[in-house]
């Protein structure tokens, strides 16, 4: 989903702090371009204000009563796939961001973002952009740049560290993509839309588009954020 330029981008926010949910609704209202359609409380009503509403961005917590906002991010991709999820939380350990990712989010910002920054955030997700915490990017692709093992070399535990969850490195994937396409698919992974895509390496839109069609289909995925995930844990980019 791509937002016209000239219409407001509609955002649901989910968050059950209603002096987090107040603050956040007035900082967003004063910047042009964005309406806030709708609030809700926990990830159970959001779902529903989501197939009521048909936001354009959620903003959405993670930490919730009756639903957390991954069960939700979950339920709204496979209800209304073409409503972008950001999430917005003070969580920021290994498996909570792979778990968001997993189930659809399009961005995973912490709360401690200046409403200015959020809305340029909203604007590139409403986009088509992926965004990810600069902190938090760095990680998720650091966990799948490891290398791989030598066969003759017996298997050595990943060392824990202190609030890192340890990631499994998986197997590189057998799906072949074209150079292009994994030149496409890096700059997804790097929060690219698909305009700024196309004047970085100096193609037509609409070139950029099928790349990401025919990347999709490869990796059976529905989204550019489950694309990039994707290739990252198989080890493909």
């Given at each position: 989903?791509?937002?016209d330029s000239s219409d407001n981008i509609s955002i649901l926010i989910v968050e059950d702090h209603e002096?987090?949910?107040?603050?956040?609704?007035?900082?967003?209202?004063q910047i042009s371009g964005l309406q806030i359609v709708g609030e809700a409380q926990d990830g159970e009503a959001g779902v529903r204000k989501v197939?009521?509403?048909?936001?354009?961005?959620?903003?959405?917590?993670?930490?919730m009563p009756n639903m957390d906002g991954i069960e939700a991010t979950k339920?709204?991709?496979?209800?209304?796939?073409?409503?972008?999820?950001?999430?917005?939380?003070?969580?920021?350990?290994?498996?909570?961001?792979?778990?968001a990712l997993s189930a659809g989010a399009n961005g995973?910002?912490?709360?401690n973002i200046s409403a200015q920054q959020l809305s340029t955030v909203i604007k590139m997700v409403a986009d088509?952009?992926?965004?990810?915490?600069?902190?938090?990017?760095?990680?998720v692709l650091s966990a799948y740049s490891l290398p791989e093992p030598q066969p003759a070399v017996p298997k050595v535990a990943a060392p824990k560290i202190e609030g890192i969850l340890p990631l499994p490195r998986q197997q590189k994937s057998s799906t072949s993509l074209s150079p292009r396409e994994t030149e496409v698919l890096r700059l997804v992974a790097d929060g690219l839309s698909n305009q700024k895509i196309a004047a970085r390496l100096g193609l037509g839109l609409e070139t950029i588009k099928t790349h990401m069609r025919h990347i999709m289909e490869k990796l059976a995925v529905s989204d550019r954020t489950e694309a990039a995930v994707k290739a990252m844990k198989q080890g493909i980019m």
């Open positions: 989903m791509t937002v002096f987090t949910r107040m603050g956040l609704k007035l900082s967003l209202e197939l009521e509403l048909k936001p354009d961005i959620v903003l959405m917590d993670i930490e339920q709204i991709k496979e209800k209304a796939p073409e409503v972008r999820v950001i999430m917005l939380t003070s969580h920021k350990s290994d498996q909570t961001i792979f778990a995973y910002c912490l709360k088509g952009a992926v965004w990810l915490d600069p902190g938090i990017a760095n990680r």
